[in-house]
């Protein structure tokens, strides 16, 4: 069950929307012609203002409800919205395309545009893509839901992508999504035999997964929540395998834990890492390096480095590719690092993500 919203954009010559005279002109238009789809129609509220234009509320039966503006400089916006049981069939996506282009001949309008329908209910399947464009999912099932000390949890299931991850409602890794595993990894590139490995985060597996298929000494995972392990340990075995049913054996450890705690224990113990992977954050889409999680970051750095071999490797995700600014910021924070560090990228589209991402390969300069 969920409910159906259907939007309208209309872009209009300004000369028709300019005075409050024009603007009843064009509302009385748009009514006339809703009355064609909503034959039992009616007007339950209006409101007239110069600075805001016209604003109406109109249903059917009370069951459909239509919000109309129309703004003074051009623009006019029209949603419907209407409840749907399971089983039955709305308004048609060319029912809506026919009305959309009705409307447009009689409003003369000069740009017109329809989406398609939001299903809006039980199950979420609108997430946000990395520059914070909407994405619609074929989710078709809520399969686990949690809350932990630290962060919203839910397993989802996508038609295409298989299981999914999200935390606090962001896109994390679905079962689709081996080339984001293997792109932060770069396998193929860096050889992983005999070597010393930590993991900051990677509570969903995939990464100590594939890790282990290379024959590294010993891989040490720090992850903070619990739950995460448990939930993808059950759902999400396609990428994990069976390696978050053991903490420790000889190839590797699990330990549950703030890693910055034990990165601290580490430098003090003299510990050294081949490799130090950062499966945390993303980077935060802010327009500039302060707040909370980029003092994470920099700590992240300010830490990881101290436990890297001379020769040693720190591999990360960054965000999308499109988040030019962003990333911007984050190699400036890496450019601020002493020792100083030198950087190459990679590039990969993830499945889930619906979006390009890069990742970062850091090694002392």
């Known amino acids: 069950m969920a409910a159906h919203t259907i939007l309208f954009d209309f872009t209009l010559d300004k000369d ?3 005075d409050e005279k024009q603007r009843l002109e064009v509302a009385k238009i748009l009514r006339n012609e809703l009355e064609h789809v909503f034959p039992q129609l009616e007007l339950a509220y209006s409101m007239e203002s110069p600075e805001n234009g016209y604003f109406a509320v109109l249903h059917e039966n009370k069951d459909t409800v239509i919000t109309c503006r129309i703004f003074q400089h051009g623009l006019l916006t029209l949603n419907v919205e209407y409840f749907l ?11 809506t395309k026919s009305l959309e282009k009705i409307l447009a001949i009689k409003l003369k309008s000069i740009k017109s545009q329809k989406l398609p329908t939001l299903k809006r209910g039980d199950v979420s399947r609108y997430f946000p893509s990395s520059d914070e464009r909407i994405i619609e999912y074929d989710i078709d099932q809520v399969v686990y839901e949690a809350r932990s ?34 792109t932060l990894m770069c396998r193929g590139v860096e050889n992983y035999e005999g070597k010393e490995i930590c993991i900051l985060g990677g509570g969903d597996g995939a990464l100590l997964y594939e890790l282990l298929k290379e024959n590294p000494k010993h891989v040490v995972m720090l992850e903070i929540d619990e739950i995460v392990m448990q939930a993808c340990n059950k759902y999400l075995s396609v990428i994990c395998g069976d390696v978050l049913e053991k903490r420790k054996t000889d190839q590797y ?3 549950v834990g703030d890693c910055v705690e034990y990165l601290k224990k580490f430098i003090a113990d003299g510990r050294k890492f081949d490799y130090v992977f950062g499966d945390l954050t993303d980077i935060p889409i802010t327009d500039a390096p302060v707040g909370e999680t980029w003092d994470f970051i920099r700590t992240i750095f300010e830490h990881s480095f101290k436990v890297l071999k001379p020769d040693g490797k720190y591999l990360t995700h960054g965000n999308g590719s499109t988040c030019k600014v962003q990333l911007r910021l984050f190699e400036e924070q890496l450019d601020l690092l002493r020792p100083k560090v030198k950087y190459t990228t990679t590039k990969a589209f993830v499945p889930s993500f619906m979006e390009e991402w890069l990742f970062y390969q850091v090694t002392f300069a």
């Open 16 to 18: 028709k929307t300019s």
């Open 253 to 255: 450890e699990i330990i």
């Open 149 to 182: 000390p630290f962060q919203k949890i839910q397993i989802m299931h996508s038609k295409t992508l298989g299981n999914m991850l999200l935390l606090d409602e962001l896109q994390n890794i679905a079962e689709s999504d081996l080339i984001y595993t293997e």
């Open 85 to 95: 049981p399971d089983g039955k069939e709305g308004i048609s996506f060319d029912q």
